[in-house]
């Protein structure tokens, strides 16, 4: 449940902050909120992070509706995950859904926060960015034996008998 609360919560608060600089800001201004540190400037990318790949705009279609799949095709194997795993997983997938809606809808991603010093992000790549750091946070501090495994044959049941570490030396 945790995946589908993260993932709504964050792909509306992607879509609506990105529909408001559409709305109230024209393209490639900027309006400082901490003049020279931080300003919200309107700006588009039809590339990946940094602006990378910026002349291969299908591949990153392609790998967001792959990255969909992906969270649909292993729904129920979340959903049995640590609460942090969901976390992540929601964050991640809403990041992905929110910058291929814009993808999809305009040919490009609208990025609008701007520390000068970096490139201009958005709320998904928050998201995306957060939920990675989450999952490989976790997966070092964490015991991995608290991730539920895949079942390979959950219908199959294992019929054989227990045996104590004693007797299977013997045998």
Known sequence: MIVIITLIIS???????????????????????????????????????????????????????LMTLSGIVFFKYLMKQPPWVQLAAGMVLAGTLGNLTDRLR?????????FRVWPTFNVADICITAGVFILIFFILKQDMNSITPIEEHPQEEQHEEETTPAERSTI
């Open 106 to 114: 305009f040919g490009y991603v609208i990025d609008f926060i701007d």
């Open 11 to 65: 792909l509306i608060l992607d879509q609506i902050t990105k529909n408001y600089i559409i709305s109230h800001f024209k393209l490639h201004q900027s309006v400082p909120v901490i003049n020279g540190i931080f300003h919200i400037s309107y700006v588009t990318n039809k590339g990946g992070a940094f602006g990378i790949m910026s002349g291969f705009p299908y591949f990153f279609v392609i790998l967001a509706i």
